[in-house]
Structure formats: structure tokens, C-alpha cells
């Protein structure tokens, strides 16, 4: 069964500065999906990014990039420039190619952003 | 991006009694919505997949005659909780699929906002 693990409860990190938040995931396809969601107080889940597997560049969204690193099947979320907004928990998630897949999602990391 | 409404976000009842959420995906068809349920400072556990026009798929451990769920139409599913007791009081979340062919991203997840559930 594909597992995705989210090492870090919680991070904390300044206004305007950058954070990396980590992510690995377990899984023997090779055809699959990353995403990154976001969750703020409002509880509201909101898309970050997603990455494909089968793409080598790193997406990029505004402030929000990602390290995919497959051989390692590591997928780090970097936030630069933090603002206040980004205070929120942040799920990594996992879905295999098939139209069936379901996602698989990590605990969960708390970002804290402080003045 | 597509956008999915979640109905009602806070409800309250009396043990005993059943309740109906509804998930609307507003702005694309939806073939497949997922109802998820979330406990205080967890992740989201998923309960059920629900398939237009089919019965639903529910996940292990979940009880289907408790947690009925229709998906009558390709932009509506239902989660109805039947006879609900305090211990169903939770954060329930649908989220629908997007399908290919409709000017967004195909097989994406997007997410209600969530009903909060208090059984008295």
C-alpha cells in the first residue's frame, strides 16, 4: 500500500522568509500524481500544487515551488517570502494514474508564520 | 480553479435523528466525489467514494446503512447520516474529481469547505 509521510507536526517560519516543508511517500507505480493542499482555520482544503511523476521539472506556483525528487520519492514543499496568509496545515498527498485512484494523504505539517 | 459547495457548514441535531449534507461541484460535472471525515488535528480519512449513478464504494470499517450516500446527478452527491449519535459528531468533507475535456485540469480534487456535525 502506498504510505506518504510527513515528518514535521509543526514548522515555524518568519514573515518574508522561506520555508521548506517535507514530504516521502512510499509506492512501487511509476505512473502517479504529488499534490501539496493547504488548510487554513477556515478548514476550507485548497490545491497549493501538483506535480506529475512522469515530469522532471519541479512545479512552480508564485511563491510555492517544490523538490521532487524521485529516486529518493521525496516531494518537499518550499513557501518563499511567507506571508501571515500561509499560516495553515499543509497536507502532502499521493494518487496512483488510474481514473479509481483515490489520494492518500500525509498527518499533516502546522506552519506557523511569525512577525 | 473549480470550485465545490458544501452544504450546510454547521449542523446540529438530536441523537436519533438523520442528516444530509449535500456537495455540489459548480462550475464542472463530476462523476466521481469522495466524502471524507476529519477528527480534530488529523488528517482526512476517507469514507466513501461515490460514483454517478452507481452505488457508492465505501472504505473499510464504514458502515454504508449509516452513512448513506446518493449521486444522483453529475454535479450532486448526498452524505445522509442515518440515526445519528453523539459519536458521529465530526468534520465531514466532500470533494469532487475533475473529469477530462472541460477546460480545467483532468483528474484533480477539489474540496467543499466542510460541515461541521454536533449530535446533542
Known amino acids: 500500500a502506498q504510505t506518504v509521510t510527513q515528518s514535521q507536526p509543526e514548522m515555524s517560519v518568519q514573515e518574508a522568509e522561506t520555508v521548506t516543508l517535507s514530504c516521502t511517500y512510499d509506492?512501487?507505480?511509476?505512473?502517479?500524481?504529488l499534490f501539496w493542499y493547504k488548510q487554513p482555520p477556515s478548514r476550507q482544503m485548497i490545491l497549493v500544487i501538483r506535480?506529475?511523476?512522469?515530469?522532471?521539472q519541479n512545479a512552480t506556483e508564485n511563491r510555492f515551488s517544490v523538490n521532487f525528487q524521485k529516486a529518493a520519492k521525496s516531494f518537499s514543499l518550499k513557501i518563499s517570502d511567507s506571508q501571515l496568509g500561509d499560516a495553515a496545515m499543509y497536507f502532502c498527498?499521493?494518487?496512483?494514474?488510474?481514473?479509481?485512484?483515490?489520494?492518500?494523504f500525509g498527518t499533516g505539517t502546522r506552519l506557523q508564520v511569525t512577525l | 480553479g473549480a470550485v465545490v459547495s458544501q452544504h450546510p457548514s454547521w449542523v446540529i441535531c438530536k441523537s436519533g435523528t438523520s442528516v444530509k449534507i449535500e456537495c455540489r461541484s459548480l462550475?464542472?460535472?463530476?462523476?466521481?466525489m469522495f466524502w471524507y471525515r476529519q477528527f480534530p488535528k488529523q488528517s482526512l480519512m476517507l469514507m466513501a467514494t461515490?460514483?454517478?449513478?452507481?452505488?457508492?464504494?465505501?472504505e473499510q470499517g464504514v458502515e454504508k446503512d449509516k452513512f448513506l450516500i446518493n449521486h444522483a446527478s453529475l454535479t450532486l452527491s448526498t452524505l445522509t447520516v442515518t440515526s445519528a449519535h453523539p459519536e458521529d459528531s465530526s468534520f465531514y468533507i466532500c470533494?469532487?474529481?475533475?473529469?477530462?475535456?472541460?477546460?480545467?485540469?483532468?483528474?484533480?480534487?477539489?474540496f467543499g469547505a466542510g460541515t461541521r456535525l454536533s449530535v446533542l
Open positions: 506535480q506529475e511523476a512522469y515530469k522532471q
Open positions: 462550475d464542472f460535472q463530476a462523476t466521481t
Open positions: 509506492t512501487s507505480e511509476s505512473d502517479y500524481y
Open positions: 461515490s460514483n454517478e449513478g452507481s452505488k457508492a464504494t465505501y
Open positions: 470533494s469532487a474529481r475533475t473529469p477530462g475535456g472541460q477546460g480545467i485540469p483532468p483528474n484533480i480534487q477539489y
Open positions: 498527498a499521493y494518487r496512483t494514474g488510474g481514473t479509481a485512484s483515490k489520494l492518500t
